[in-house]
Structure formats: C-alpha cells, structure tokens
C-alpha cells in the first residue's frame, strides 16, 4: 500500500517485559519521512522502552522493526545508528574528556590510508554539522566537559547528523532545558525535520509536545491507544486518552468545612486595574476567579499581596482589621501567601538552589543563634521533596535546572515553608506536567481541608469547576459576584467574561 510506502519507520507488535513488569504490550506504529512525531504518555507508560527497543539498546519479546520498508534488526545501539537510527538519550552519553568533533566521530572515524583518523576531514564535517544546526559558535575542539548541558545535547544531535541519521529519537529532551534552551532545541529539531529526517519526540509536556509536533502516538500502561494528526485533536483528549479518565475524574473533591470569613475585600479598586472587586473570603474554601487573559486577575492578586498599590476600597484581614498600605513583607507576616504567575520572573530565584529557595519565606524555623542551620535547611528540604514528590537530583541543585512542573512544586513548596492561612495561586498548574496537575489538585484539597483559605485564578475552565467552591468572573478590571460551582457551567463562566459592562 501506499501508506506503508511512505512510512520511514514502522514497528510492529513490539512487546517487552521486565520481570514481572509488562513494559509494552503489541506496540504498532508508523512514522512518516520529515515528520517530528509525539510519542506521548504519562510516566511509566512505556515510552523510554520503545525507544531503546528503537535504537537498538534493548531487545524486544517480539514485534518487528521496519526501516524504509527493509527489516531492521540492530544489535546494540552502534549498529543501530549506522542503521540511521539514532538516540539522543535523557541522560547524556558523551565522553566527557574527548572533544566535540572527536565525539560526534565516535565510532565513525573517518579513516586514512593506514588507519589514521583523518582529523581534517573530521573538522570540517563538525563545523558543517554545528553550522547547520545553528550553532556556529561551539569550536570543534572544545572539550564536552566544559559546555553546558544545552550545548551537549546539541553535541549529541551533531553526532547523529554526521552519522547521516533518517531516524532521530528525543527521550525527553527538555527536562534539565531551561524556556530560552528549549526553543533553541525546537528551531533544531525543524531544520532536521525540513531537511527530511524522521523525529520521534517523548515528552509528557503536553504544551511542549504539541508546539513541535504534527502526528502523535498515544501509549498508556504499555498499549498505543491513538495515532493520529495533531490538528485533529483537542488537549482534553490527549489528556483523556493519556490518563484513562475523563478530565472531570481528574479532580478529587475531598470533603471539607467552609469555616469562618478570613479576608473581606470591599469594592477594591487598584492603580489601573483592578476597577471593583468585592468578596468575601473563609476558612477551608478554594475560591476560583475566571477571565481573559490580561483582565485584571494577577492585578488583583498582587494588591491583596501588596505588591501594588490599592487606590481605593477596603480590604480586612481576622485578627487584623482593616489593613492599609501593606507591604508583601507584611503580607507574609500576617498569613498570605502569592505563587505567582511567572514562577522565573518573580517567583523563583533559578540560580539560587533548591533548598535555598524553599527556606527563603521563614529562615527562622531553620536557623540556630540567628545562623542558618545548614543541616535543618537540608533536611527541612528533603521533607518538602517527599511531601511534593520533587524530582531532583539533591537538595543543592540551582532551581533554573529543573522541569517546570518541578520548579512548580518548588514554588508551592516555599509556600507550604511558610504555612500561609491564605494563598494565591496565580495559574498554579500552567505549563506542569499532567501528573503534577493532579498532585497540584490534591495539595489545594489538603490546604483547604485543613482550614486554609484560597484563591486560585486558572484560565482552564474544566480545572476550576473541578476544584474550586464558589467562582467570580473578573472582566476589565470588575469581578462577578462568586457564584458555588454547581450553578454555573462554561458556558456561563464565558459570558461573564467577555460580556459588555454598564457604566459604573
Ligand atoms: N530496566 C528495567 N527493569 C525493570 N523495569 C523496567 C525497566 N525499564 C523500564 N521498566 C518498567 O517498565 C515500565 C515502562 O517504563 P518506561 O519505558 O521507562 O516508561 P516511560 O518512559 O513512559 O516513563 C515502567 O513500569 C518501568 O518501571
Ligand atoms: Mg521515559
């Protein structure tokens, strides 16, 4: 057929098991000629496994592998990349000592008359392959060891670019990247593909995934459950097909008391926006704000913060009173936490380490004599790393080295440091993993049933009808009365946020 003719790449019925693990279960796919392809999935899904299988690092129980429509059979992953296919792996395998031409020549020295490695011929195929990439800037004879991680990867690309790959494999290429790196890696990836070579991209990014991809593979607990192109698909059915649940399963309610009212805001009205905003704020409740983008909810947030100033209106804290002229110093003292929209601008000091980050909100509770206590800062850390489920290497790491959803959770975790009574979350779960948005869930729940009082502005409606109490609409500026979950659908929440006001 046709279709098959076309394909670059096909597996049929691949299946591997681990012991008492059943890793991939009659895993079929196809991958077209200067396609970037999404293998998609939620951790433990399979992916890492197909793609060894692919590049020749693991053996499969059975299935076949076709390339160009001849079987292909690689033993190890050398042979398999003078196959054409080739890995760039999650963790980097270049020898760090040898230098970046003698790397990508790896294994494929160009050779001379009596064996010598042609060193000329060697060079000048690098600074094409660097040139090509975009990245004219590293020197072939720098030694790997003194790039950055960054560069490395892209050393890794280099190698299988002179290797004449057709077949290109990114295990998760972006998770130590930070944004700025990931684009790079992105204007890579479509000169690789426009020059006709097949990408196949893992990542349970979903936002990542489908910035760079055009067709998709879809694997849960071992099986593929979709194929298909990427323009005729919506986020929520990834989601759905990824996890095995529809989106509304995604939220765990937990039973909780609405207390006592904790903030009171009374037709608030800031520098510029907000214009009106009153609400009334208890114990034990996750209050959801909905809106466009730039109608005025970060505003909102960072004058309860004190970040901006109030202009007019009132707003009263339990046991405080009326507060005026609040600084997010005070604001800190008296119990209210901000996780801010732009977890790098704002949020996190990336090139700070983790446990510095996490401690930073209350040095007290790790400190001895007014010195910070290196051992409690570190345990304190680990406490947080568990309790979040943080995947880093130690508590030591600098921040900008982690994923987003790990920054996330870094981020939530400082505030968790700081036990706030009430917490702004300012899009929480925006650019995190599917399996952090769940666990992101899960802690709001906790929060709330413990007697914390919140307020989480999301711009994902299925997320804030799944999780919050009540809702109000912010629009230009002005918020709706918040109405309990139950009495609203979408549709409504959409009205409200676009709908034309009277004048004031
Ligand atoms: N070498 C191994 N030994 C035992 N189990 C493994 C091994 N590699 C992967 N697994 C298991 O196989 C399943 C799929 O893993 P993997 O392919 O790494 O998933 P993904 O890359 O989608 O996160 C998981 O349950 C994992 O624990
Ligand atoms: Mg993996």
Redo the contacts with the bound molecule.
């Keep these: 057929m046709s279709e098959s003719l076309a394909s670059r790449l096909q597996l049929e019925n691949i299946s ?1 098991r ?2 008492a ?1 059943q ?2 279960k009659g895993v079929s796919l196809k991958v077209l000629p200067g396609s970037v392809h999404a293998v998609i ?12 299988i692919l590049a020749g690092a ?1 053996k499969p129980d059975t299935g076949s592998i076709k390339l160009e429509g001849n079987p292909f059979q690689a033993q190890g992953p050398a042979e398999a990349r003078q196959g054409g296919i080739s890995m760039i792996y999650q963790e980097l395998t270049l020898a760090p000592d040898l230098s970046v031409a003698e790397n990508m020549f790896l294994g494929i020295e160009p050779k001379l008359l009596f064996g010598c490695v042609d060193r000329g011929q060697q060079r000048k195929k690098v600074k094409e392959a660097l040139a090509f990439l975009g990245h004219s800037e590293i020197s072939p004879d720098t030694p790997v060891s003194q790039l950055s991680i960054s560069s490395q990867q892209l050393v890794e690309v280099g190698r299988a670019l002179v290797g004449e790959a057709k077949v290109i494999i990114f ?2 290429p972006t998770s130590s990247l930070t944004r700025i790196d990931t684009q790079k890696l992105f204007e890579v990836i479509a000169r690789l593909r426009d020059r006709g070579v097949s990408i196949l991209y ?1 990542s ?1 990014f979903l936002e990542e995934v489908t910035e760079i991809s055009d067709h998709y593979s879809i ?1 849960r607990d ?1 099986e593929a459950v979709a194929h298909g192109n990427l323009k005729d698909i919506q986020l929520d059915k990834i989601i759905e097909l990824m996890v095995g649940r529809s989106v509304e399963e995604m939220f765990p309610r937990r039973e909780r008391e609405i207390g006592e009212v904790v903030l009171t805001v009374d037709h608030l009205v800031g520098d510029g926006y907000p214009q009106d905003v009153s609400f009334e704020l208890r114990r034990g409740e996750i209050l959801g704000i909905a809106g466009l983008v730039g109608s005025g909810r970060t505003e909102m947030l960072r004058t309860l913060f004190g970040l901006d100033s109030v202009w007019s209106g009132k707003v009263s804290l339990k046991g405080h009173g009326e507060i005026q002229g609040q600084s997010p110093q005070m604001a800190i003292q008296r119990g209210i936490g901000l996780l801010s929209e732009d977890r790098k601008e704002e949020g996190l000091l990336t090139n700070l380490s983790i446990a510095d980050n996490l401690t930073l909100s209350d040095y007290k509770s790790i400190s001895s004599w007014g010195w910070v206590d290196e051992k409690k800062q570190i345990q304190s850390t680990q406490r947080r790393f568990k309790e979040l489920r943080v995947k880093a290497r130690e508590p030591r790491q600098v921040v900008g080295d982690l994923s987003g959803g790990n920054q996330q959770k870094v981020a939530i975790g400082r505030l968790v440091h700081q036990d706030a009574d009430i917490v702004l979350l300012d899009e929480p779960t925006r650019g995190v993993d599917v399996g952090s948005k769940v666990q992101i869930y899960e802690w709001m729940g906790e929060l709330a049933a413990r007697g914390k009082a919140i307020i989480f502005v999301s711009s994902y409606l299925p997320e804030l009808l799944g999780v919050a109490d009540r809702i109000a609409v912010m629009n230009r500026g002005r918020l709706s009365t918040p109405q309990a979950v139950e009495e609203l659908t979408e549709e409504e929440i959409l009205r409200l946020a676009v709908m034309e006001q009277e004048a004031h």
């Design positions: 591997k681990f012991g693990t890793a991939l999935g939620e951790n433990g899904a399979g992916k890492s496994t197909l793609m060894k693991l295990d998760e893992i349970h694997l071992g």
